[in-house]
């Protein structure tokens, strides 16, 4: 599993997206066009550590998420848009976290372009929030 971390961590770039075409690329590639048939995985989870939103901000990023303000009309939710570059191809990731501070917990959901890389993303980010 380190490995695996290793080679995502160091190969997410940040992508800026505003509003508008957030929501567009989440559309489409939520399979509601043909454009871009992403993956999407969303997951229930306790937090593990006390919900700031700046300290949850700054793991975001630190994962390599590009964190977008504004995009989300919901203050305490964090949208992130990144791309995963493996060799040879670049793999859109969109992330959207929704903190749920009197349950103590979250969703996450991840949108990829590639089948598995949404649930890895998930997978490993849910362990450090």
Do not use: H
């Not at 567009?24 to 937090?47: D, I, N, W, Y």
């Not at 390599?64 to 989300?72: A, E, I, P, R, T």
């Not at 493996?86 to 996450?108: F, H, T, V």
């Amino acid at each position: 599993m380190l490995t695996t971390w290793y080679c995502v961590y160091r190969s997410l770039l940040t992508s800026s997206v505003k509003g508008p075409v957030w929501e567009l690329r989440t559309s489409s590639c939520a399979g509601r066009t043909s454009t871009c048939p992403l993956k999407s995985v969303r997951k229930f989870f306790k937090a593990g550590r006390p919900m700031d939103n700046d300290l949850v901000k700054g793991k975001v990023q630190g994962f390599g998420f590009q964190v977008l303000d504004g995009v989300d009309p919901k203050p305490d939710n964090l949208v992130g848009a990144g791309i995963l570059v493996c060799e040879g191809s670049q793999i859109g990731c969109l992330l959207r976290l929704e903190p749920s501070k009197p349950a103590q917990m979250y969703r996450m959901t991840v949108r990829s372009s590639k089948e598995g890389v949404a649930e890895l993303f998930v997978n490993l980010l849910s362990q450090d929030l």
